[in-house]
């Protein structure tokens, strides 16, 4: 393995760290509402793989932060990319191959796309109330990634298109 991979996947278990720690700060002063964004939605496909890693630069450090309602969704957009944590979730568990770990509860949409993250240690909890909430049909944009709002989940999508929808009952990359 070369010495940039490792680097990059030492930053992007870093930056999911980093995520699950700042939810479960957020989680530990309140919690959510099991609100609609949690509902069922159109099942989604087969598993996910490795891939995409959240890499920051440098020179982007900048992050805006966001919750669905309910909370059980948070998630963490720069122009690097969009990272999103949901606390509990009823699809299948994604393969991500080389994890031993938990996956399902770390998603990543950046340059290279779109993957679910291999993470150790408890899922993360509800975002808390100091997260800014993103009401349903509202969209928040960085960069060229666009994270929309709804009662069936979040979609988030970057400049051409490419992305992922998540909900507690379902997932599934778009396009």
């Known amino acids: 393995m070369s010495s940039r991979r490792r680097l990059i996947i030492i930053f992007a278990v870093v930056d999911v760290l980093l995520v699950v720690l700042l939810v479960g700060i957020a989680l530990s002063r309140g919690g959510g509402d099991g609100g609609p964004d949690e509902a069922a939605s159109t099942p ?7 891939g995409p890693t959240a890499t920051p630069s440098p020179a982007s450090t900048a992050t805006t932060q966001f919750a669905m309602p309910s ?81 069936d989940g979040v979609q988030c999508v970057d400049g051409s298109g490419t992305g992922f929808q998540l909900a507690r009952a379902s997932w599934k990359a778009i396009p």
């Open 71 to 151: 909370g059980n969704i948070a998630c963490t957009m720069s122009v690097d990319g969009v990272t999103c944590t949901i606390a509990s979730y009823t699809y299948a568990q994604p393969v991500v191959a080389g994890c031993t770990e938990v996956t399902g509860h770390v998603i990543v949409l950046n340059a290279d796309g779109v993957a679910f993250s291999c993470v150790s240690g408890p899922p993360p909890a509800v975002a808390g109330d100091d997260v800014p909430e993103l009401a349903y049909g509202k969209s928040m944009t960085v960069g060229e990634y666009t994270c929309t709002s709804a009662t």
């Open 44 to 50: 989604a496909g087969s598993g996910a793989t490795a």
